[in-house]
């Protein structure tokens, strides 16, 4: 399996709500990096951090929360994913749409580091009562 088909695999499980499937793709040492200004800010080192950092406060504090990919750049061992967000906040019934870009990096078949970009602006409004 290519990278590239590694991270639209990756997608497709966190579209489906299959959390096992996308931590699977995660090496055990992977440094994810959610932006600084989204909610979840911070690197997350290894793959329970990420499941407690990110994916279980996304599943409780969001209905519908979703990163939806629109096109993919392979860059071989480095794939960059645009794409947008969508989902709205339960605190405050706030919905938002931001565009996205993933920057993933593999190694041995494993992503190794994550980074996401995102203006955050558009998330935050969201948040706020």
């Known amino acids: 399996m290519s990278n590239l ?9 966190f579209a489906q709500g299959d959390v096992p499937g996308v931590l699977g793709a995660l090496s055990a040492d992977i440094a994810w990096t959610e932006a600084e200004g989204f909610p979840y800010a911070g690197t997350y080192h290894g793959p329970q951090a990420v499941l ?8 409780a504090e969001w209905d519908g929360f ?6 993919f750049i ?6 960059v994913a645009l794409g947008k967000y969508s989902g709205t906040y339960k605190a405050t019934g706030k919905s938002f749409q931001a ?5 993933w990096k593999l190694q041995d078949g494993k992503v190794a ?8 602006l ?5 948040l706020q009562a």
């Open 66 to 71: 979703s990163a939806v990919p629109a096109e």
């Open 122 to 126: 558009l998330v935050s409004r969201a």
């Open 52 to 59: 407690e950092g990110v994916f279980m406060r996304l599943g």
């Open 113 to 120: 580091r994550f980074v996401q970009y995102v203006d955050t």
């Open 5 to 13: 088909e590694i991270i639209k695999n990756a997608y497709a499980a």
């Open 74 to 79: 392979d860059g071989g061992d480095a794939v």
């Open 99 to 103: 565009d996205f870009a993933h920057v």
